[in-house]
């Protein structure tokens, strides 16, 4: 009942909870990437003399303008790195129920200047794929018994044949999700092959979606993380993929998650070694080395599989993209090695 007219205040646990979905309304890597850009924020304005909250529209066309050079060095950032800034500091001022001004005119023309200023001298990089001619070979020269190795195919395995993403990947715990930070879901194995169930995905942060890597398509990437799991010892509801510590003897499977970046230095140091053995001298292999990361196992995939014809569809339902277009970024190369107009010309 309203009391003189006024609402009753609602329980303060009711209030707490509230708040506590609010955070979670996005996922963990997205708040930490927006609290810093929030934090870098409030510093710039500290040191040059501005309201941060509510910041009007010279500060925010001016913080972009500072941030587009670089920060001073003169080195443009990507654009992708300035959109997650923009979507931080809306974030901020809406959480404050203060107005922002990001759309306003001014920081919308000085935002569209920006990526025409960056794009003329700053090209998209994109990783190699990693092709599975190469993985096979890689695969070839892991050692059975040899902890290390067994570990990295399994990283591999996953990272190819689940064409997830790198946090996926790291993100999984064996059978059901376990209390250890950054998991994002589970992993099982049956008859099938491996299952990835993903609690919640950058498509999707609602629902939980599976994905099969199957075991009559890929018995040797199936076998790789089975090996692992019985050699490390993995229980349920602690991580999959883990660092390996000590030297020699000492050598044992540690209990934290594998990291983004060790996950990257495994697809270095495997693409290391196989340009070695394939006679290449030091500069070539330390040229084809920094294509690589740990993203070009889930590009390979998509890569390799539309080189065998399956279509942009299936790709997808593996993939998790939302649209075919960044699939079609992936594949435009072979897509116009085949379908060259320079085909036939001999020239």
């Known amino acids: 009942?309203?009391?003189?007219?006024?609402?009753?205040?609602?329980?303060?646990?009711?209030?707490?909870?509230?708040?506590?979905?609010?955070?979670?309304?996005?996922?963990?890597?997205?708040?930490?990437?927006?609290?810093?850009?929030?934090?870098?924020?409030?510093?710039?304005?500290?040191?040059?003399?501005?309201?941060?909250?509510?910041?009007?529209p010279e500060t925010l066309a001016g913080y972009?303008?500072?941030l587009a050079r670089g920060k001073g060095t003169g080195q443009p950032p990507a654009?992708?790195?300035?959109q997650v800034v923009l979507a931080a500091l809306k974030l901020a001022h809406q959480t404050a129920g203060q107005p922002h001004q990001i759309d306003h005119a001014m920081v919308k023309e000085v935002w569209r200047g920006i990526r025409r200023h960056i794009a003329n001298r700053r090209a998209v990089r994109q990783v190699d794929a990693l092709m599975e001619e190469v993985l096979r070979d890689?695969?070839?020269d892991l050692q059975p018994g040899v902890l290390r190795d067994v570990r990295d195919g399994a990283a591999l395995a996953l990272g190819w044949g689940g064409c997830r993403r790198v946090s996926e990947v790291v993100g999984l715990d064996w059978q059901i999700k376990g209390p250890s930070l950054g998991g994002r879901g589970f992993l099982a194995i049956d008859s099938y092959g491996l299952r990835i169930t993903l609690l919640t995905s950058k498509t999707s942060q609602d629902v939980s979606k599976e994905f099969l890597i199957s075991?009559?398509?890929?018995?040797?990437?199936c076998a790789k993380v089975e090996e692992w799991i019985g050699m490390a010892g993995i229980t349920p509801g602690t991580p999959v993929l883990r660092p390996i510590v000590g030297r020699g003897v000492t050598k044992h499977v540690g209990v934290s998650r594998l990291s983004d970046r060790s996950l990257r230095n495994i697809v270095k140091r495997r693409i290391q070694l196989w340009g070695k053995k394939k006679g290449m001298g030091?500069?070539?292999i330390a040229e084809l080395v920094a294509r690589f990361s740990s993203h070009s196992m889930r590009v390979g995939h998509i890569t390799s599989a539309h080189d065998r014809g399956i279509s942009t569809r299936q790709?997808?339902?593996?993939?998790?993209?939302?649209?075919?277009?960044?699939?079609?970024?992936y594949t435009?190369?072979?897509?116009?090695?085949k379908n060259s107009s320079l085909k036939g010309s001999r020239l």
């Open 282 to 284: 030091k500069q070539r």
């Open 215 to 221: 075991r009559h398509d890929a018995p040797r990437l």
């Open 315 to 329: 790709i997808m339902a593996m993939s998790d993209h939302a649209t075919e277009r960044m699939v079609h970024r």
């Open 332 to 337: 435009r190369i072979v897509e116009q090695s």
């Open 1 to 56: 009942m309203l009391v003189s007219g006024r609402e009753r205040q609602l329980p303060a646990e009711l209030t707490e909870q509230a708040k506590t979905y609010r955070v979670e309304a996005r996922a963990e890597a997205t708040r930490r990437a927006y609290a810093r850009c929030w934090r870098d924020f409030k510093a710039w304005c500290e040191t040059s003399g501005r309201i941060a909250l509510p910041a009007d």
């Open 138 to 140: 890689i695969i070839d």
């Open 79 to 82: 654009i992708a790195s300035l």
């Open 64 to 66: 972009l303008a500072w």
